[in-house]
Antibody, heavy 122, light 115 residues
Framework: EVQLVESGGGLVQPGRSLRLSCAAS????????MHWVRQAPGKGLEWVSG????????GYADSVKGRFTISRDNAKNSLYLQITSLRAEDTALYYC???????????????WGQGTLVTVSS | QAVVTQPSSLSASPGASASLTCTLR?????????IYWYQQKPGSPPQFLLR?????????GSGVPSRFSGSKDASANAGILLISGLQSEDEADYYC?????????FGGGTKLTVL
């Protein structure tokens, strides 16, 4: 059974940084692209970032480009999202999601974690 | 104009069919896109339902009943999620998604009420 467990969220002041983590199990982590998708309170889904199976390619939404960095450690079956220069509009539940193929560009989100909440406020 | 547009709400009766649309912006040809559909219930993460590009390029999510199916309406430039034999547990938010301009783009979601 695929399991994705996010952590690292919390209350953070504007301008500060945060690192989200996602621990994966139940599948061959290094065979799949991975994604981060967020959902602001009461709002819809927004794709944030994706990474290919071997970290060879990454992509970002325009809204986070230059501030967010996605990475993965296949030896630890873990996905990360480094967030800098946090803004109030980054407040959201951040989901880790497993893709359905090697490359994030051709890989929708097949399995999802429960999410970790990031709240940006002074 | 948004890349992908979904009606904000839809109501249907138990046992009936519901057709949820995902309209692509003018100039973006639905025929060339693989459309993903997700269901989200309150307090839960989204669940992958299916993806559809054509009858020869489609995939059903694991454990997703066959009464959930995908199609396209080329005349409307839209992807369609058809839910037949509606049940009370189908009441949820439904999102479509496409890959466009180097990003995954979600529609705003449709809240389906079964009453």
């Amino acid at each position: 059974e695929v399991q994705l467990v996010e952590s690292g969220g919390g209350l953070v002041q504007p301008g500060r940084s945060l690192r989200l983590s996602c621990a994966a199990s139940g599948f061959s982590f290094d065979d799949y692209a991975m994604h981060w998708v967020r959902q602001a309170p009461g709002k819809g889904l927004e794709w944030v970032s994706g990474i290919s199976f071997n970290s060879g390619s990454t992509g970002y939404a325009d809204s986070v480009k230059g501030r967010f960095t996605i990475s993965r450690d296949n030896a630890k079956n873990s996905l990360y999202l480094q967030i800098t220069s946090l803004r109030a509009e980054d407040t959201a539940l951040y989901y880790c999601a497993k893709g359905d193929s090697y490359y994030y560009e051709s890989s929708g989100q097949q399995d999802w974690g429960q999410g970790t909440l990031v709240t940006v406020s002074s | 104009q948004a890349v992908v547009t979904q009606p904000s709400s839809l109501s249907a009766s138990p046992g009936a069919s519901a057709s949820l649309t995902c309209t692509l912006r003018s100039g973006i040809n639905v025929g060339t896109y693989r459309i993903y559909w997700y269901q989200q219930k309150p307090g839960s993460p989204p669940q992958f339902l299916l993806r559809y590009k054509s009858d020869s390029d489609k995939r059903q999510g694991s454990g997703v009943p066959s009464r959930f199916s995908g199609s396209k309406d080329a005349s409307a430039n839209a992807g369609i999620l058809l839910i037949s034999g509606l049940q009370s547990e189908d009441e949820a938010d439904y999102y479509c998604m496409i890959w466009h301009s180097s990003a995954w783009v979600f529609g705003g979601g449709t809240k389906l009420t079964v009453l």
